[in-house]
Each structure stands twice: as C-alpha cells, then as structure tokens.
C-alpha cells in the first residue's frame, strides 16, 4: 500500500488489495492463486521471515475465531471473509453471489471491529489479554465437548455454595 501512496495513487476504501502485478502481463481480469501467493510470499521475507503465506491465514482465522466469541463478528460473515462454503443458512445470504451493498458495509464494519484482535501491534498488555481470553475460550470449549461441563453451570454453582446468589445481568456477565 505504502507503493502505491508513494507513486501518487489516492487510496480509498473501494482500492484494491492486491491487483496486478507491473512485471506480468495482464491477460485476463482474474487474479491467479500463484500470483497473489508469489506476492505475499515475497512481502513475508522483505519483513525477515521464513513463512508460508498460510501461517497469516491461520493467525487470521484463529484471532477472528476469538472476534467471534466476543460478539465482534457474526459466524456466517466469518465463514464468507475465511473462504468457506458455510453453513446452509450461507447458501441463502452470504453465497448467492452478489452481496448486497448494506450487507457489504455491515461486514465492513464487523471486520474494523475485529481489528484488535488480528493486529501485531497491540500493546503487550492487551495482547496478552486477547492472548488469556483466547485460551479460557479454548479451555471451556473443550470441557463441553469432551467432558459435558458447562463452566458457566460451574461457575454459578460455586456462587451459590458460598451463599451468594448472582442476579440474571452478573450471570449473563459471566
């Protein structure tokens, strides 16, 4: 992006990501799979690292995973930004093929708020809070699907074996 600053091009939110590349030849309107992965390859070792270009994909899909718990993004617009076929309930709104533009916007704006949690440059402090909630997230999924616990349930009920009864708002809190 910064190249494209510097040779005087006016960025705005309809720019493009990725376009085609000055050294080929454009042949067509498409994008090929090993153009774009050339391009993020050659990105990753300019900033010093050894990568392939799907270790971004999984940092990403498992940062918007942690959105998602937060309530940041919805499942079916994750399931669209990660390339997923989805669920049946995608194959009647995010699959048809041509979204509509509020649709567009509101899947904007979900993805600004999920910014946190796919930055590198968040502060120590918050990313390893992002870092904690990411792994109770884990840690509760996996006692209720591979032992039936309900942390929550847990939860409450050792508020209630100390004698202390939560209202309805500190248990939708927890």
């Known amino acids: 992006m910064e190249e494209k600053v510097e040779c005087g091009e006016q960025l705005s939110k309809d720019s493009p990501l990725l376009g085609f590349d000055p050294r080929g030849v454009k042949k067509n309107m498409f994008l090929r799979t090993t153009l774009v992965t050339r391009d ?14 799907y ?18 993004i919805s499942h079916p617009y994750l399931q669209f930004i990660m390339g997923h076929k989805g669920d049946i309930e995608a194959r009647y709104s995010t ?47 996996m006692a209720k699907s591979l032992l039936g616990i309900d942390l929550l349930d847990v939860k409450v009920a050792k508020e209630r074996q100390i004698g ?3 209202n309805k708002d500190e248990e939708l809190e927890l």
């Open 55 to 72: 270790v971004l994909r999984a940092y990403c899909d498992t940062n918007m995973i942690v959105a998602e718990f937060k309530g940041k």
């Open 95 to 141: 699959n048809k093929g041509v979204l509509p533009p509020d649709m567009i916007e509101d899947m904007r704006k979900s993805y600004r708020e999920c910014e946190p949690f796919l930055s590198t440059a968040t502060q120590p402090r918050e990313q390893s809070t992002i870092i904690k909630e990411a792994k109770i997230e884990a840690l509760k999924s």
């Open 164 to 166: 202390r009864e939560l």
């Open 40 to 53: 993020i390859r050659e990105a990753i070792l300019r900033a010093g690292f050894k990568w392939r270009p």
